[in-house]
């Protein structure tokens, strides 16, 4: 009997083994817990660029999707164009589909100093194609030379661009490691996360928000015929091509059932 048992013991720790090694398999393919991928790690499948046709300046290799620069940075502020010898400045990659309320997750790594942002609610019929932005910049980057660096703290990583610092540089991972971004949209309300530490929420079209707005550079009736800026019901997810190499990988989503804004 006792060997019996230890038999029994024996094959369920290996269940429980296999059922978490699946797991964990599956956390990188982007089907666990309801989300799904968005990039199959192979090909531009579901992806475009304003204009359609090819993409360019983008490359897949290895499971990963990576921006081609077609700058380098100098120092201070000043780059060299690379006249497209490295194949970059194809322009913005974005989902065919588009999306209301979600759980976006994926991982980024970006190589120097580096600027780029995942966009959402992206429609480029709507406020000129500008909306809003979980942004992405190496610490290194420069300041421009017209803002302070007080002024310039809602341009910083995680930040929601041009509206609210996140603060989140604390977080951030080495120079070529990768970092996991979450970017949560509820209704109204919204979250950016970096690394598992969730580091900015905030309420689209609520007083905060559209304060913030009117000391944008969006503040001009020509970025709000179609309705109020960054509050469109629903659009499309954007990787930034910023002239600068950035990869990006296991990029999924979860859809949660549509709330009316």
């Not at 194609?129 to 610490?139: A, V």
Request: glycine share 12%.
């Amino acid at each position: 009997m006792k060997v019996e048992k230890m038999a029994e013991n024996g094959f369920a720790l290996m269940a429980i083994a296999a059922v978490a090694l699946a797991g964990c398999c599956t956390c990188g393919s982007g089907i666990e817990n309801g989300f799904r991928p968005l990039f199959n790690g192979r090909d531009f499948t579901g992806w475009t660029q304003k204009g359609g046709g090819e993409v360019k300046g983008w490359v897949v290799a290895d499971g990963v999707l990576t921006c081609l620069p077609d700058r380098i940075w100098d120092g201070g502020w000043k780059w060299t164009p690379l006249k497209g010898a490295a194949g970059g400045g194809g322009g913005d990659l974005f989902t065919v589909e588009k999306f209301r309320d979600f759980d976006l997750r994926l991982e980024f790594k970006i190589d120097g100093v580096a600027n780029s942002g995942i966009k959402y609610f992206y429609n480029p019929e709507y406020a000129k194609g500008t909306t809003l932005e979980y942004q992405i910049l190496d610490p290194g980057h420069p300041v421009p030379p017209n803002v302070t660096p007080e002024a310039f703290e809602n341009r910083r990583i995680a930040s929601l661009y041009y509206f609210f610092p996140a603060h989140a540089g604390r977080h951030l991972r080495k120079r070529g490691e990768w970092n996991a971004v979450r970017i949560v949209s509820r209704g109204r309300h919204v979250e950016h996360w970096l690394n598992g530490i969730k580091v900015l929420d905030y309420e689209r079209g609520g007083d905060r928000f559209r304060e913030a707005f009117r000391q944008t550079k969006w503040n001009k009736p020509e970025f709000q015929r179609e309705g109020p800026w960054g509050e469109a019901a629903e659009g499309r997810i954007l990787l930034q091509d910023h002239a600068d190499k950035i990869s990006f990988r296991n990029i999924r989503i979860k859809e949660f059932r549509t709330s009316s804004l």
